[in-house]
């Protein structure tokens, strides 16, 4: 394998970078190699801002998102609407909420979605958090935005459930075809929930 004639500092980049998402062996090594090339203050700087992250960020502890506030921007804002909650997967999925701008409300970020097989429960997520908030703050409208996959829906359908002795608004995201996507190319149940999410025009 090409990577045993790498030098032991450069192949130990390499394998750490391959550890980041969506990047293999072949990505990392050119990143690696790029970072090699690179001007040393550059490089140092990029190592100094990856050490700077577990040091200046942490969980928001009103909707655990990463932020270098407590509470962090949104929740602290006093223009979002504190009756309306959109529960996400993840911080990720928060910015590209953030990113639509249509939302003006709070968030609560679960860190994750219910997984046996990964050996991710109720207790790993932040439910009992979620449900505490309701009453603490009034919360009117729970909008649960988890992705459409199996694992998404599951985490859904179980919030909904836990949910269901409160009196609290309980709402799905509609999920349904990407703009700019041909029909004859959507899976039947992107259809399905197009169909159920359809709205007068």
């Known amino acids: ?79 979002r609407n504190k009756e309306i909650v959109c529960v996400v997967e993840d911080p990720g999925d928060l910015l590209a909420m953030e990113k639509a701008g249509e939302f003006k409300g709070r968030y609560h970020v679960l860190h994750g979605v219910l997984s046996p097989r990964d050996g991710i429960g109720p207790d790993e997520l932040r439910l009992s958090q979620l449900k505490n908030r309701i009453e603490k703050e009034k919360i009117k409208e729970i909008i649960i935005a988890t992705s459409p996959t ?38 039947p149940v992107t259809l399905k929930r197009a169909l159920e999410a359809r709205r007068p025009l």
Request: proline letters at 7%; one cysteine or more.
């Open 1 to 79: 394998m090409a990577s045993n004639i790498l030098p032991p500092a450069l192949k130990r980049v390499v394998e750490n970078l391959s550890k980041l998402p969506g990047i293999g062996e072949k990505t990392a090594t050119r990143l690696a190699l790029f970072i090699l090339r690179s001007p040393e203050d550059q490089a140092k700087e990029l190592a100094d801002s990856i050490l700077n992250l577990h040091k200046s960020i942490r969980l928001c502890s009103i909707c655990f998102t990463f932020s270098d506030q407590d509470p962090c921007p949104i929740c602290s804002n006093p223009k």
């Open 150 to 187: 199996v694992a998404g829906e599951a985490t859904a359908a179980y919030i909904s459930k836990i949910l269901s002795d409160t009196d609290v608004k309980i709402t799905r995201i509609a999920c349904g075809i990407p703009m700019g996507m041909d029909i004859k190319y959507a899976d």
